[in-house]
């Protein structure tokens, strides 16, 4: 590999005229391509001179094959110089800051020196238009300047005050470059301009580059014919017009046409260069695309910088759709049969493996069925050659091995690939999985790996790469398989464990004292690999009986002690600890689940203390087998009772609903009262608010209140027998607040935390009496989604969850630039052993990592040490 | 209409200190650097101004941080490129 070297510097220029003749191998005149045997016109546009792209043919100027010639420039003389549009700043600049009839900088050597600094100490500015004032007189030859106009995308005009009127006076590109020439070099300097390498006038262009046939090749559709690149349909527009001109000079045209078209020539040379100038119509296609010039090659997401030079594509990859599978732990991966005998690790043969290499070989590339040994694809000799294997030669290669050949085995099960969801924003989305193969047509996936991944099954598809070499493989398993990632450097918590039924079925196994038979017991507990059941919990008519608490404890690492509060937990002021009538008070000792319930706190992916206690205290292979052991006890234990929901799930009884109707009527009749009040002129505005401010928040604090009592009544009839408050207490999905929008009353809707107001005049809707002030003229819904919305209702529910979705998408949007602006700002960052964080080039970015060299997954939930943690274990006892 | 406010007063802004020349050198061959590779900071950023250091000068700042309570930063003092 060669050594990574320090660039000096880079020099920046343009190219002359004389450059481009130089470096021009053939004059163009013709603007046709092919002649009608389809072979390339001599000084046309695909001259053999610049280049070959057909197979066959050789190139007139190198004498090589198509695949070796790299392309050669020619050259177009322009009838008349045209401007570059890329410089037209700089021209801009130029003709403002010198003189019209002298060339020289309008400033006296004192004033340069003011902005530049002196000769030794050079380190002032460069001059600008600013440094310049308008309409000056030349101090090197008193001529009067006048000011320049410059009108997008080329235009360059005087301004001359004739008879007390300004009229402009409009300068060809050909005056603009005598004056250009004008300047001196030693002037040119202070303006920033190197005039060695980038002589002013040269951005005017006299001649213009060909570029090789080998960067716009033509292509041979279906049909035989030939489509021709966007560049060289841009250089044809140039050639005819160019040609024309000429022919209009030679034969001394009027002033008139020859303007016009010089102005086209303008046009076409413009848009050839770019052509998305602005105030510049783009060139288009026949069909009405814009074409794609020189500009636009470069330009953007897929240009040649950011698409081509520092875009990276691999092989050994492969993409399908994701599918959930509980069965599988957590660091597996189900892959797809149709992959795995596509996908390929080479393995050398030696003395030890050659047998079952040889075995492989005989397998060849079909892999009869999930179970049979993997196959192989290519064998390779030790002389590079590659043999695929077929049907045929199964038998033969086999035989031939010996150590020092190279065989492409497929993968099987074990093999570590690294598996990679879009968009990859942190560590964890890519990580290492062991292979699985599977039927089917889906990469298969523990629903607890989720969260990382931020994945869900409504179509996502998700990405495998197969390391190819030991190296690859152990770095990959060590640094980045998903037991190293339980963890998350953001919190440093776990950010793997339970999701949605996990939490619900985990709830409702251990929620409050149940007792099970032996059979449902090992139901349970049935894939969790336990050994031996313990002594039963009580025995009734001689039929023993296990807890749910003694179940779930099965799968508890023996010495675990905690103590702690569950999701479900209301934080009452003082707590009953054991006797909390919700079961929220969690005690384990000894790896026993004494009291409480687990939820969402103790095992969800982002909280999870007790997946975090065991990385602490254990590791995370022991964690690892926690998850999986959690994944598959909670399924089963959702399984065991069932949990759906359905619309009949929302319904209250007969006195919840009057309850519900009263609270909402005494709420309305409460906001009339305000208005009243209001409008009366009595309501006293709270401090550094207008009365209608004030009463704003009053007649929202009303309605907030009402749907909360709403929410309360109908939360008095629906126990944990309902599955949404199973779902909401639990910590799995949705909240009280969800519960009380289906079964109670929806609530205010608001537009940028304000009622709703906008609309016609004085009022939201022509339903309503101008200056209504009431709850439902301003977006109170007083329905649930159960019992359904009248029309002014959903209107004014729609407008605001338009709101949010315009929200979404603004945020992501905007936090997915940020994030791409940060992690250009921070890649290669790295820890140095001294504990400072350095770049690539050794200047230190922070003197010690984080400030206080803590690694964030080695922390405890931010703090070094976890000292609550500690004693508690020791204890056994809340602190 | 100008009233002087010293920016050093300010809660928000840290403690900013110029550092000495045996200071510098025992900061550099600390983490065996040259001052190229210390973090940089404008002469004209008004902690600077206040307190006098001068282009080539380093200065240290203490500030309160979120993780380890306070920490202590280097900063070389550069001049501001202009535009």
């Not at chain 1, 013709?30 to 280049?51: H, I, K, R, S, V």
């Not at chain 1, 190279?406 to 690294?418: F, I, K, P, S």
């Not at chain 1, 940020?818 to 080039?841: E, F, H, P, W």
């Amino acid at each position: 590999m060669p050594s990574p070297k320090r660039i000096g510097r880079i020099q920046f220029g343009l190219l002359s005229p004389k450059e481009i003749r130089e470096m021009s191998v053939r004059k163009i005149i013709w603007a046709d391509t092919y002649d009608d045997d389809g072979f390339p016109y001599p000084q046309g546009l695909m001259d053999l001179n610049l280049g070959v792209i057909d197979p066959g043919l050789r190139c007139k100027t190198c004498d090589q094959k198509a695949s070796e010639c790299p392309g050669h420039f020619g050259h177009i003389e322009l009838a008349k110089p045209v401007i570059h549009v890329g410089y037209t700043r700089l021209i801009r600049k130029l003709l403002r800051v010198t003189c019209r009839a002298c060339g020289r900088v309008l400033l006296s050597p004192e004033e340069i020196e003011k902005v530049v600094g002196t000769e030794d100490d050079q380190t002032g500015d460069i001059l600008s238009e600013k440094d310049v004032k308008k309409e000056r007189v030349c101090p090197h030859c008193g001529e009067q300047q006048l000011k320049i106009n410059f009108e997008k995308p080329t235009t360059f005009s005087e301004v001359v005050v004739e008879d007390g009127k300004k009229v402009e006076h409009k300068l060809t590109p050909a005056d603009i470059r005598a004056r250009m020439e004008k300047i001196p070099n030693e002037d040119l300097i202070p303006l920033g301009i190197n005039p060695d390498v980038a002589r002013p006038e040269w951005t005017i262009l006299t001649v213009l580059p060909v570029p090789p046939v080998t960067m716009r090749p033509s292509i041979i559709l279906e049909n035989g014919q030939r489509s021709e690149d966007d560049l060289t349909h841009k250089l044809v527009d140039i050639i005819r017009i160019n040609q024309r001109f000429k022919e209009n000079q030679d034969a001394g045209a009027p002033q008139l046409i020859i303007e016009d078209l010089w102005e086209l020539l303008q046009y076409h040379v413009t848009t050839y260069l770019d052509n998305e100038v602005a105030g510049c119509p783009p060139a288009r296609h026949r069909s009405g695309r814009p074409l794609k010039t020189l500009s636009q090659r470069l330009k953007g997401k897929d240009g040649r910088f950011r698409g081509s030079l520092s875009g990276k594509r691999v092989n050994f990859s492969s993409r399908t759709v994701i599918s959930p599978d509980p069965n599988l732990s957590v660091s597996q991966v189900g892959v797809p049969r149709a992959v795995a005998n596509e996908m390929t690790i080479p393995v050398r043969v030696t003395p030890y493996n050659i047998e079952e290499l040889r075995q492989i070989v005989r397998t060849g590339p079909v892999r009869p069925d999930v179970n049979a040994p993997c196959g192989a694809n290519y064998v390779i000799r030790p002389d590079n050659r590659r043999l695929r294997l077929g049907a045929d030669n199964l038998d033969t290669v086999a035989d031939m091995i010996e150590p020092g050949y190279t065989v492409e085995r497929q993968l099987r099960d074990n093999d570590v690939v690294l598996f990679n969801r879009q968009p990859s924003l942190h560590r964890m989305s890519i990580m290492a999985h062991r292979v699985k193969v599977m039927e089917g047509r889906t990469f298969r996936l523990n629903p607890a790996v989720c969260p990382p991944y931020n994945a869900d099954f409504d179509g996502d598809e998700m990405n495998m790469h197969v390391p190819q070499t030991e190296e690859a493989r152990a770095e990959a398993f060590i640094l980045i398989s998903v037991q190293e990632n339980i963890l998350s450097p953001r919190f440093g918590g776990p950010i793997i464990g339970g999701i949605h039924d996990h939490v619900s079925g985990i709830f409702m196994l251990t929620h409050d004292l149940r007792w099970f038979t032996k059979d449902d017991a090992l139901y349970l507990l049935r894939y969790s690999g336990i050994e031996h059941m313990p002594k039963p919990g009580k025995v009734e008519d001689g039929v023993e009986y296990w807890s749910n608490k003694q179940v779930f404890s099965q799968i508890l690492p023996e010495h675990l002690n905690m103590v702690f509060h569950a999701s479900s937990c209301q934080n009452c002021d003082t707590c009953k600890k054991e006797m909390c009538e919700r079961d929220a008070y969690v005690r384990i000792i000894d790896g026993q689940l004494e009291v409480g319930t687990i939820d969402k706190k103790a095992i969800g992916a982002f909280d999870g203390q007790i997946v975090n206690r065991i990385i602490r205290q254990q590791g995370m292979h022991r964690a690892t087998n926690f998850i999986d052991d959690l994944t598959k006890l909670s399924i089963r234990a959702i399984m065991l009772d069932g949990f759906s929901f359905g619309i009949d799930d929302e319904d209250l009884s007969k006195t919840e609903y009057g309850q519900i109707d009263e609270v909402l009527r005494n709420a309305a009749t409460d906001v009339d009262r305000r208005i009243r009040i209001y409008e009366d002129g009595q309501l006293e505005p709270m401090p550094g608010r207008t009365v209608e401010e004030t009463l704003e928040m009053q007649i929202m604090q009303v309605l907030g209140k009402a749907r909360d009592l709403t929410g309360q009544i109908a939360g008095r009839h629906l126990g944990l027998g309902n599955s949404a408050v199973v779902m909401a207490v639990s910590g799995a999905r949705g909240s009280m607040l969800n519960l009380t929008q289906m079964a109670g009353c929806i609530g205010q809707q608001s537009v940028r935390g304000e009622r709703i107001v906008r609309g016609y005049d004085d009022r939201t809707l022509p339903h309503f009496k101008k200056g209504d002030r009431g709850s439902d003229a301003h977006g109170f819904i007083q329905h649930s989604y159960k019992g359904g919305l009248n029309p002014t209702e959903f209107f004014f529910h729609a407008i605001g969850g338009r709101e949010g979705l315009v929200d979404t998408a603004v945020r992501t949007s905007q936090s997915g630039y940020l994030q791409r602006r940060m992690i250009n700002a921070l890649q290669d960052l790295k820890v140095a052993y001294d504990g400072t964080v350095r770049s690539t080039g050794g200047k230190i970015i922070q003197f010690q990592y984080g400030e206080d060299n803590t690694d964030p997954t080695r922390s405890a939930f931010g703090d070094p040490v976890d000292v609550k943690g500690i004693v508690e274990s020791i204890l056994k006892e809340e602190c | 209409m100008s009233t002087k406010l010293n920016v050093l007063d300010h809660v928000m802004v840290p403690d900013h200190k110029i550092m000495s020349d045996e200071e510098v050198s025992e900061l550099l061959s600390r983490y065996n650097i040259t001052t190229d590779h210390l973090p940089k900071i404008y002469n004209d950023d008004p902690a600077v101004k206040t307190i006098g250091a001068e282009v080539d000068n380093v200065i240290k700042v203490i500030r309160a941080s979120h993780t380890a309570g306070r920490a202590e930063a280097y900063r070389l003092v550069i001049k501001r490129p202009k535009k």
